[in-house]
């Protein structure tokens, strides 16, 4: 059982400052996403939902590949109001399409490919999130969506 400090918190803030201040993450704000939403705004709930959450179970995380694999998980760089593909067809590639997007400008490790690979699961052909990191993502980017498409939080209890 991790218990976290302020100073976890402060690393946790850095990391999501060092993403964020990237030119190619202040892209995102162009994507709209989920009504109203841009996928760059989807990214910074995913991370601060996801970190919450890694907080309330006391899970022992990486924090740097949470942060990394939330800002990159949807990093496909199209709108999905004109995009080639059907809703289906798009939560299948788009995964395959944020890795290959993001190993143009970042360096990924296999823990942050796997995040950004297994966000859709269960969708069949997702494969299976591999670390408490991409968990926390699979989770926190349901719930995100959620909210932001339906204006709703879910009660956590």
């Not at 990093?75 to 590639?93: A, I």
């Not at 969708?123 to 670390?131: E, F, H, M, N, T």
Request: include cysteine.
């Amino acid at each position: 059982m991790r218990v976290y400090t302020p100073e976890d918190d402060q690393v946790f803030k850095n990391c999501l400052s060092e993403m964020i201040e990237n030119p190619a993450i202040q892209k995102l704000k162009e994507i709209p996403q989920h009504k109203g939403s841009t996928t760059y705004a989807h990214c910074v709930n995913v991370a601060t939902t996801a970190y919450a959450l890694a907080k309330k179970w006391h899970w022992d995380i990486d924090i740097r590949a949470l942060v990394r694999g939330a800002m990159l998980h949807d990093y496909y760089l199209y709108d999905t109001e004109t995009m080639p593909y059907s809703d289906y067809r798009h939560s299948l590639v788009h995964p395959k399409l944020a890795v290959a997007n993001a190993e143009k400008l970042f360096d990924l490790n296999a823990k942050e490919r796997n995040i950004i690979l297994s966000h859709m699961w269960p969708i069949p052909g997702a494969p299976l999130p591999r670390s408490k990191e991409a968990w926390l993502i699979c989770v926190a980017d349901k719930e995100c969506a959620q909210r932001e498409m339906y204006g709703k939080r879910r009660r956590r209890n």
